[in-house]
Structure formats: C-alpha cells, structure tokens
C-alpha cells in the first residue's frame, strides 16, 4: 500500500536561514506529488505539485521541491524563511495512476517554527 | 477566486444533539472530500464522493456519522448523537478527478461538551 513519511515532527529555523522539510513515500509506480501548508486555525492550502517532467518544481511564496525517484523522495525547500512561514506542511501523494482518482494519502506533517 | 465554503465555522454543542456540517464545493469540481483533524489522530479522510455517489467512507463511524450529497453543489456530513470525542476540526475538499490536487475549505471546528 502507499505511504507517505515525514521523518521530522518539528523542526526550528531562525529567520532568513534555509529550509529543507524531508518527505518520502512509498508507491509502486511513479506518483503524483504535493505539499500543503497550514496556517493556524487555516485549511490546507496547496504549495507546488509535481506530476511529471522537470523533477524541480516552483510553488508559491518561494517555495521548491525536487523528486527523486532514486530516493523516493520530495523534499520541500526554501532559501530563505520569513517568520509568516510559520506552519504546518503536509506532503502527500495520489492515487489518480492506479485508478484511485485524486483520493490523497498525507504524511503525518511538520510543525514549522521560525525563530526571529 | 473560486473556493470551496464550509458552514458553520465554529459550532459548539451538547452531547447526543444532533450536528450538521455543509461545504459547497468548488463549481464544476466532481470530488469531494471529508477530514477530520484533531492533534492526536491528525488528518483522517472520512469520505469521498465522486460525481455525487459515495466512493469511500470506511474512515466514517458508520453508526452515529452520515455524509450526503443532496446535489452537485452542497455537501453535507452529519452526526447524530454527537460525542465529546467527535469535537475536531471537519474540513471539506473538492477537485476534478483527473486533476490530482484537492482545495480545501477553511473547516468547521466542533465542540462537544
């Protein structure tokens, strides 16, 4: 079955330092690719997503991610945090290739604070 | 900008009233989805709704919880008697099928005493 993994709970970043949020996930076949992010008291809102092609995708509010088949993975990076990234970010997968439609499997997410 | 509306925002109830939740999805979307969210469980999905016909709902306490699509442009999620444990917060998606990505509603958050 698929999944998805998000090894950090939290993790704590100053303002202006880099961020990278790890995700990995497990699927049999190449999979559709997402990060959500969540404001308190927000529902999700969607980043970037990656289908195919170019495996370096933009989002919005500076956000990338890259896909690497090899790992397995979908790492969420940002060059540079502002303190309103503070958040909850959610990496999760479809199951639209296997027949499944856009049914959503999520990671467990990662608490984001930004220290100023 | 199209988005996907949920009402009530907030709700606050007594134990074994009956509760209500409605989204309207996005225009022209044919998924829907119900979650739940709450700190020790995180995200559950509860049901799924595709072109208005219930696809999965094996997240769903099947006893006291009902989720129905009335029409193309409401749905609803029911609960019936609520319970403390049910308090949470409820968010409803949309999206195409074919389109991959689900849009989020802003959630009701459900208080039971």
């Known amino acids: 079955a698929q999944s998805v993994t998000q090894p950090d709970i939290h993790i704590t970043v100053s303002e202006g330092a880099s961020l990278e949020l790890r995700c990995n996930y497990s699927?049999?076949?190449?999979?559709?690719l997402f990060w959500y992010v969540q404001s308190p008291g927000q529902g999700l809102q969607l980043l970037l997503k990656y289908f195919s092609g170019d495996t370096l995708v933009q989002g919005i509010k500076g956000f990338e991610a890259e896909f690497k088949r090899s790992q397995s993975s979908f790492n969420l990076r940002k060059p540079s945090v502002h303190w309103s990234d503070a958040a909850e970010y959610f990496c999760?997968?479809?199951?639209?290739?296997?027949?499944?439609?856009?049914?959503?499997?999520f990671g467990t997410g990662t608490q984001l604070k930004v220290e100023l | 900008d199209a988005r996907v509306t949920q009402t009530p925002r907030h709700k606050v109830t007594e134990m074994g009233q009956e509760v209500t939740m409605r989204c309207q999805p996005i225009?022209?979307?044919?998924?829907v989805f119900w979650y739940r969210q709450t700190m020790m469980q995180g995200l559950e999905l509860l049901a799924y709704?595709?072109?208005?016909?219930?696809?999965?709902d094996s997240g769903m306490p099947k006893d006291r919880f009902s989720a129905e699509m009335p029409d193309a442009t409401l749905a609803t999620l029911k609960i019936q008697p609520s319970e403390p444990r049910d308090s949470a917060v409820y968010f409803c998606?949309?999206?195409?099928?074919?389109?991959?990505?689900?849009?989020f509603g802003p959630g009701t958050r459900l208080t039971v005493l």
């Open positions: 699927y049999g076949a190449t999979p559709y």
């Open positions: 998606a949309s999206g195409l099928e074919t389109g991959g990505e689900q849009f």
């Open positions: 999760a997968l479809t199951l639209i290739l296997t027949g499944g439609g856009n049914k959503l499997t």
């Open positions: 225009l022209g979307h044919n998924t």
């Open positions: 709704f595709r072109n208005r016909a219930p696809l999965d």
